[in-house]
């Protein structure tokens, strides 16, 4: 399912982030041609160190993609555009309504018009989030449940999603979105509590620090960010796959605790469990994770990673970790 | 329940259309401190004829809801704001998709993020649409289908929406949003298409013309302007429906077709049935009525006018029309 991408020209919006940058190298490595767009400027360090990486054939274009009439010149000539590009934080979305509404919606509705009149139109897969639903109805989550969401993220996500229906059924673009979760991997970023919990467990744990933990028992889907590259390239490939959005998700749901657990056996780790602070109780969706069946069917995808071969490989990719032998069966 | 109005100081977004000035004239006779906001510039005609209309009681103030610092100094004192302020055509939020999107979502999101921090914060009453449900699944349409907008104002009305949720979640604020089907009545717009095919059919009766139906039985649930205004009374006032949104409807729907036969028994009428344009019927929603029992039964809103006594009136107040005693039963 992910072959096929020999000579593919490809663009990837948000190329530079953490699982963008993992997309480029694995999309390079099946033989296509990598255009990898990310913001104009001086790039922070983990960005620059991301591109340095970046194997020689993949083409580093600095472009916002609020910037409609560069980006639409970039985007012309492709065969499959991944649409990573994205505002992530929960809180930064609140905090800055407007920033987040320009980049998580309006750049992508301004690319797709500018598309529309093309002879020779590329495909979109696009990155949604499980923050399109809100708090579940029922779990696991399923594509049949009403989105209600708990933030701003969410409903420009989810506005997204629905350009690109509508433009694939009434222009005939062909777009898929993918529902992310928790992705997680080596090349994340440690640092940024806005760039979710996972990262945060992770780089405590690293730098030897007590993992904080609010509340500690909402469980969450965490998928290691090569079965999210292998999904995405499966909607780049699958045609038949347009307009709809689709829930990633992983077999083994495990709460935070348990993620912190099962660090803790990679390394010494003290976990603290912390009342929520009350502007996050109020946008936190409590117990969160999906059904992937829809996808799994239509496409075969199947997360390949359990947490702990996840966190494993995690943890290896840093040069300052050693990480023990397992004592642990993989699940 | 639409009392309590004396002395309350109001504001009308998009208040010199339709049914904004409507509301306005409805207002000042209630008591209340009417502030009226529409676009500035040289008023069209129509505009202008509303505003001549106006009470001298009531504030006219020019203003872009785009403009938000200005818009926001307006916004302070009031005790409710109503915010009908919109691009209403189908047609039109395709051809301008970013336009569409600015007028209709993103001017509100950055009213909303100005009202956050202030002590005293206006109620919101916001003109929704049937059209973020898309086609209907099931008829009449009931608030738990799940969106599926197809057309670019359904995608952002539905953002605001759901915005407007968040905002009363979130921050305490206090909103609500009315999903509004097919206003007509005196000092509607009869010359323009986009705005909707009431008065497009109103306009062609009028003007001795055929009546141009695409297709015809397609049924809407059509609703009289004084009883929208009543819903927007009543939803001003009763506070305790916050966040959520609410269809109008009208316990009678009726296909074109009988629309057309309805003005039939009041004006001499040809009808002409043509097939469906391509660019309409893509986005065309096909049968689509709502049940507005969750409003009745919150606010004990129910439409006063039925189609006949509806147009009626309407006919009644255009100068150029003659119309005949009737020989129907009003149902």
């Known amino acids: ?39 104009p400027g001086p790039l922070p360090a983990l960005q620059r160190a991301r591109r340095e990486q970046l194997p020689a054939t993949v083409a580093w274009q600095p472009c916002d993609v609020c910037d409609t009439p560069r980006l639409a010149g970039l985007l012309e000539p492709q065969d499959v ?7 992530v934080s929960h809180i930064g979305s609140m905090e800055a309504p407007l920033a987040d509404l320009d980049v998580n919606y309006r750049s992508l509705l301004a690319a797709l018009e500018a598309c529309r009149p093309w002879r020779s139109r590329p495909r979109f897969v696009f990155t949604s989030t499980r923050q399109v639903y809100g708090r579940a109805e029922s779990l696991p989550i399923t ?5 209600r969401p708990v933030d701003l993220i969410g409903i420009h ?20 979105s993918l529902r992310l979760t928790n992705t997680y991997g080596p090349g994340m970023d440690f640092d940024d509590p806005r760039k979710g919990v996972a990262g945060v467990l992770i780089g405590q744990a690293v730098r030897g620090e007590p993992l904080t933990l609010f509340g500690g028992e909402q469980r969450r889907d965490f998928n290691f ?11 780049g490939r699958c045609d038949e796959l347009s307009g709809d959005g689709f829930n990633l998700g992983h077999p083994q749901p495990r709460s935070l605790r ?17 009342p929520f602070p009350a502007e996050r ?3 936190d969706p409590g117990d969160s994770y999906c059904d992937f069946s829809r996808f799994q069917r239509a496409t075969g995808w199947f997360p390949q990673y359990d947490l702990a071969s996840g966190l494993r490989e995690t943890l290896a990719a840093l040069p300052q970790v050693s990480v023990p032998q397992p004592d642990y069966s993989l699940a």
Do not use: H, N
Request: glycine content about 8%; cysteine-free; aromatic content about 6%.
């Open 143 to 147: 594509e049949a449940q009403r989105p």
């Open 1 to 39: 399912m992910t072959d096929g991408y020999r000579g593919r020209r490809t663009l990837i919006t948000g190329g530079l982030g953490f699982l963008g940058s993992a997309l480029a190298v694995r999309l390079a490595d099946l033989g296509a041609q990598v255009t990898v767009v990310d913001l």
């Open 258 to 274: 348990e993620f912190a657990e099962t660090l803790g056996r990679l390394l010494p780790v003290s976990i603290d469990i912390v």
């Open 157 to 176: 996500k989810l506005a997204a999603e629905q350009a690109l229906r509508l433009y694939a059924e009434v222009y005939g673009l062909s777009t898929v």
């Open 81 to 87: 555009v991944f649409w990573l590009a994205a505002q």
């Open 281 to 283: 109780q109020a946008i």
């Open 225 to 235: 960010v090569d079965d999210v590259v292998d999904a995405l390239l499966r909607a």
